[in-house]
């Protein structure tokens, strides 16, 4: 009987359309506004950790969807008249209410999976790293489109109105803006109480991982507001509705002083992934082993014409977005950091990557390299294009410029000058401005040129 009764909400509840409306709405995002592109592969299909994460972000938008979609779900007994009749059974409200509210729960669960099994397959064929660091962020994600949906159930038949599904709503989306929006438009670190959202910051680094104490914090107030919920679907009267309240305060109580204070504690390096993989002198990341084999030759020649230098680098490193070296990092120097999701280097030919692997004698850019302006960083990507072009030996811009056509016209007569110079002048100036670079000390450009004057 209870099988029956459940097949039949199934059927004829709002379920299948709740389920439905979250799989097309969450597609259509994703297929039309997916977001930025990580090595020519849209970033909720390029990793694991990213495609759960960005499904996540989704919830800021979907999230309020659901608990309004379940606050309409909510109303149905009021809507049809029958309250004082199911009221007058003897059987507890709870047994019929666990029907409605688990077909609900069912059917938001199965689509949040199958959005993830679409992601997922697609991932596989992009060669992603496997790892299971991303199933407690996915966990938590089906808890949260299930706790939405049991909340808005509660709320709409405690404030039985038609008003209650849309004002529910937008409160929702209110206080997720206000939770995470304002975090994400700002590109702060999250807090404790902005990490209450169901919805997670994307982070386009495919290397970071939710952190446990995030997911642990997160899954116990949930739970409490899927509680929450729950009890008040099933509450009879004022004072049941207030105890009802109880577990969503219990959950906030214990979740808070899990969760993290902010400040990179949010996100943690899984160290697997990021584990260095290498041949010889040439190093990439666990999580990115198929491009080692793209990258060794062209990385090997331009260690080699690095070698023109004195003091010059000695291996090729990968570099995430979680970690760059600055002016003081002790591996500046010996090292030639490569940043897959640089558009300079993703999607490089050969000859492409090995220009752009020797730009700026193989320094980093130096954080503050726009802090003189714009002509501050044209002349910085001149400085980086002519040092390259000496190592190589002809002058080519180098690969996603910005301002390719003020670069080139400082470029040319840098390239000039530099050239009539002798030739032990000309390996001083290069050797001179790879240790300004790697300091980021002076104006680059000037000492390619031997103008002092600047």
Not at 18 to 42: D, E, I, R
Not at 193 to 218: E, F, H, K, M
Not at 434 to 451: I, N, V
Request: hydrophobic share 50%.
């Amino acid at each position: 009987m209870n099988g029956r009764i459940l097949r039949i909400e199934l059927r004829r509840s709002i379920a299948p359309w709740a389920g439905g409306l979250f799989l097309v709405a969450a597609l259509a995002s994703l297929y039309l506004f997916g977001g930025p592109w990580w090595n020519g592969t849209k970033l909720w299909t390029a990793q694991w950790t990213s495609m759960v994460q960005w499904e996540r972000y989704l919830l800021t938008f979907l999230w309020p969807l659901m608990v309004g979609v379940g606050a309409l779900q909510g109303l149905r007994d009021r809507r049809s008249e029958v309250s004082e009749l199911f009221a007058t059974t003897p059987r507890p409200a709870w047994h019929r209410a666990a029907k409605t509210a688990g077909a609900l729960a069912l059917l938001l669960a199965a689509a949040y999976l199958l959005l993830f099994l679409v992601g997922g397959v697609q991932v596989i064929g992009n060669n992603g790293y496997l790892h299971l660091s991303w199933l407690p962020i996915l966990a938590v994600g089906v808890l949260a489109i299930v706790a939405g949906g049991w909340l808005g159930m509660g709320v709409g038949r405690a404030l039985p109105s038609v008003l209650t599904p849309p004002a529910l709503a937008a409160a929702a989306l209110m206080a997720l803006v206000f939770l995470y929006g304002e975090a994400v438009m700002a590109g702060r670190t999250p807090d404790r109480i902005t990490l209450l959202s169901p919805a997670l910051i994307n982070v386009r680094d495919v290397t970071l991982v939710v952190a446990g104490r995030v997911n642990l914090g997160q899954g116990v107030w949930l739970a409490g507001l899927a509680a929450t919920g729950f009890l008040l679907l099933v509450a009879a009267g004022a004072r049941a509705r207030l105890l009802a309240l109880l577990p969503a305060v219990l959950g906030v109580a214990v979740a808070l002083p899990l969760l993290p204070p902010g400040r990179g504690q949010t996100y943690v390096l899984n160290e697997a992934a990021a584990a260095p993989v290498c041949a010889g002198q040439v190093c990439v990341m666990k999580i990115h082993e198929p491009r080692l084999a793209v990258l060794a030759g062209p990385a090997r020649e331009a260690l080699r014409l690095l070698g023109k230098l004195p003091d010059p680098p000695t291996s090729v490193r990968e570099v995430s977005g979680w970690w760059k070296p600055d002016e003081t990092s002790p591996q500046r120097a010996g090292v030639v950091f490569v940043d897959f999701d640089d558009p300079a280097i993703s999607g490089a030919t050969e000859e492409e990557l090995t220009r752009s692997l020797v730009a700026g004698a193989g320094t980093p850019l130096c954080f503050e390299e726009n802090a003189e302006g714009d002509d501050g960083s044209v002349r910085l990507q001149a400085a980086r294009t002519v040092a390259a072009a000496w190592l190589i030996g002809d002058l080519k811009p180098l690969r996603d410029t910005d301002s390719p056509d003020e670069v080139e016209a400082m470029t040319r007569p840098a390239w000039r000058a530099l050239r009539a110079a002798p030739a032990d002048e000309q390996r001083t100036r290069v050797a001179a401005m790879r240790k300004a670079a790697l300091s980021c000390d002076g104006d680059l450009l000037d000492m390619l040129t031997g103008d002092g004057s600047r």
